[in-house]
């Protein structure tokens, strides 16, 4: 049958529902608890408010770290391992009860516990009726009330036993966990896990902040503890660099140089981190001040600077043949206007020399009744309106033959435009001497530009070879 007990303390009682083993553990402040609890209320229903299995991780409290719910330290102070209980508390023990409770189901719900909360003193909270966000926790805000509280103990870790968070940490204790974790990352760094070390420096600096938090900004203390601050946070910034993070070393060295502006370490990294992410003017301004500040710096600034000039022009080089091709039509084989003037020339030779039967240009029923009547008004027409016509120089006057042609013959020739228009043999035929000339020039200037280009590219790459040796 089950016992119930009377603690030492007013308003609780005390079931053991299952015994634990060995002695009752003796807590001092840092003593790490771990438990599962149920949370039920003081009705006939037994009502369940909270239950710490249904998150699936156990409970965890650390002894002397002004646990708002002190009452539960009391009470576990009292369990063997292993041990179940159940423990009756009044309300005057459990005034704080939707607070604690509000803030471990935010963090079950992968939320900031602190978020929107209203900093007070203890009795200040017990009567601040702001909404916790939970119906059921409201109204045990509103109205405190007797609660049972169901607990297994797990185990109680002593303060050496265990890895203490930041959080749970004294000032002293945060002081000596600095330089071990400093001395971490710079072993790991040596091992090349720069992973691994950037987050020794993180949590450095993390103990060095929250101490950093109660003295006040340029005073003495403070000046101290950012002395100690600097030195790891440059060192994060180069292990994130290893790691390929340039924007988050971006952000950490410009917050850094907003306090201290003649850091030229921090300059040097920033500049590298902006040359990674083609930043090329911010990351030469960077170099130049790094190499001003510390004229030691001044062979390693010049490397990268000579580094980053080589990329630079190696991405315009890129740059300008990946987009050449964007803003040209595809273009075949290159033939030369000259080489297609002759292949023209040769054609028209060959319709000369073949008979007029076999040109390959039916006649109409209009050019057969037209005759020589017809052939003079065009003359006469194309006389009238200055194009050439049978008065052209080397043209075939009144059907008789011409340049030892037959007299009479006749093409249709295109003028460019898909339109067909009659031509007699002669020099009217042949585009004039000033177009050929043009076409000429223009193909040679076409064909020096491509001479020029290749030359360039082979001088650029001749440079960036002798350059690489």
Not at 284 to 303: H, I, Q, T
Request: proline share 4%; aromatic share 6%.
């Amino acid at each position: 049958m089950e016992e119930t007990y009377l603690l030492n303390v007013e308003g609780v009682k005390k079931k053991i529902l299952h015994g634990g083993q060995g002695e009752l553990p003796k807590l001092q402040d840092g003593s790490k608890i771990t438990f599962h609890f149920q949370t039920l209320k003081d009705d006939f229903e037994r009502t369940v408010i909270d239950d710490s299995r249904e998150a699936g991780i156990p409970m965890e409290l650390i002894v002397g770290k002004m646990f708002k719910l002190e009452i539960w330290e009391t009470l576990l102070s009292s369990m063997r391992a292993g041990e179940v209980a159940e423990f009756w508390c009044d309300a005057i023990h459990t005034g704080m009860y939707a607070l604690v409770s509000r803030g471990m189901r935010r963090i079950a719900e992968g939320q900031d516990p602190l978020e929107g909360q209203n900093h007070r003193c203890g009795m200040g909270n017990m009567f601040d009726y702001h909404s916790t966000g939970y119906d059921d926790l409201d109204e045990l805000q509103r109205t405190p009330q007797p609660l049972i509280f169901i607990m297994e103990l797990f185990r109680v870790e002593e303060p050496s036993a265990y890895k203490r968070d930041t959080w749970a940490m004294s000032k002293e204790e945060k002081l000596a966990a600095v330089p071990v974790l400093h001395s971490e990352g710079n072993r790991l760094v040596l091992r090349k896990e720069f992973g691994q070390a950037a987050a020794k420096y993180q949590e450095a600096v993390i103990c060095l902040r929250n101490l950093q938090a109660k003295e006040k900004p340029w005073e003495e203390g403070w000046l101290k503890l950012e002395n100690l601050v600097t030195p790891l946070v440059l060192n994060y910034c180069q292990c994130q660099l290893e790691l390929g993070e340039y924007y988050e070393v971006l952000e950490h060295t410009t917050e850094l140089l907003q306090k201290h502006n003649d850091n030229a370490k921090a300059y040097f990294k920033r500049a590298k981190a902006h040359a990674a992410v083609w930043n090329e003017r911010e990351a030469r301004e960077d170099f130049l001040r790094a190499s001003n500040l510390d004229p030691s710096m001044a062979a390693a600034v010049k490397k990268e600077m000579k580094q980053l000039g080589e990329r630079m022009r190696k991405k315009h080089v890129e740059d300008r043949k990946r987009y050449q091709g964007l803003f040209q039509p595809p273009r075949g084989p290159r033939v030369s206007m000259r080489q297609e003037r002759r292949e023209v020339g040769d054609r028209v030779m060959l319709q000369e020399e073949a008979p007029q039967g076999e040109l390959g240009v039916p006649e109409t029923p209009a050019q057969g009744e037209q005759g020589t009547g017809t052939k003079e008004q065009r003359g006469a027409e194309q006389a009238e309106q200055g194009t050439p016509g049978a008065g052209c120089e080397g043209a075939a006057p009144d059907g008789e033959a011409a340049q030892g042609q037959p007299g009479g013959a006749e093409l249709e020739a295109s003028d460019g435009m898909g339109l067909a228009e009659e031509a007699t043999l002669g020099t009217c035929g042949v585009e004039p001497e000033s177009w050929g000339a043009r076409r000429e020039a223009e193909e040679e200037e076409a064909e020096e530009e491509e001479a020029e280009e290749e030359e360039e590219a082979e001088a650029e790459e001749e440079a960036e070879a002798a350059e690489e040796e």
